[in-house]
């Protein structure tokens, strides 16, 4: 997280991430292809931590709103990362590769209707909705909790599903 938050993610280079990790370049190529895929294991974690947490038993039983607190406090608690990732410095790759984990998380709920000309178009806006709040607050650095960042962001994503509601159906 230094190399990105100093160089940026797009110039830093493996030689300076084992440099830094005081590991050599055979023992990081042992465990990932490229800087790529060490980032996307470190996010791959931190998202199934998260959904292990998000899929407890109870967890279809808890309101939506309660899910996305529960999201937006993982997001606090790895605010360091994320706000590494996807900041001025950040990594447009990352960004797609959230922007993707998010319309695959609503997706089951809007599920597509075969008569539609628009498919995936509700998970693919929710999800902009998302990853525009998430790093707006975290290049702002949190000027709120995450409590209230996440409810006003479903706020904005409720008014996208109202509008989805009005739509006529399958013709």
């Given amino acids: 997280m230094d190399l990105i938050e100093e160089r940026g993610f797009d110039k830093v280079t493996v030689a300076q991430i084992t440099e830094r990790a005081m590991v ?10 490229d800087k790529y895929h060490l980032v ?10 998260l959904q292990g947490k998000m899929g407890a038993a109870d967890a279809e039983e808890r309101p939506v709103l309660d899910r996305w607190i529960a999201f937006f406090e993982h997001l606090d608690a790895y605010r360091r990362m994320y706000g590494a990732l996807l900041g001025r410095k950040g990594s447009p790759w990352f960004a797609h590769r959230l922007h993707a984990t998010l ?3 609503v997706a089951p709920h809007f599920p597509p209707q075969e008569d539609t000309a628009l498919p995936g178009l509700v998970p693919a806006v929710l ?3 998302f990853t525009a709040s998430i790093t707006w607050w975290l290049e702002a650095d949190g ?3 995450p409590r209230e960042i996440a409810t006003r962001s479903a706020a904005l994503a409720g008014a996208v599903i109202n509008e989805v509601q009005s739509w006529p159906g399958p013709s």
């Fill in 103 to 105: 319309a695959d998380m």
């Fill in 40 to 49: 996307e294991q470190i996010f791959d974690e931190a998202m199934a931590e």
């Fill in 143 to 145: 000027p709120v909790p």
């Fill in 127 to 129: 999800s902009s909705v």
């Fill in 24 to 33: 050599s370049r055979a023992a990081f190529y042992r465990n990932y292809r």
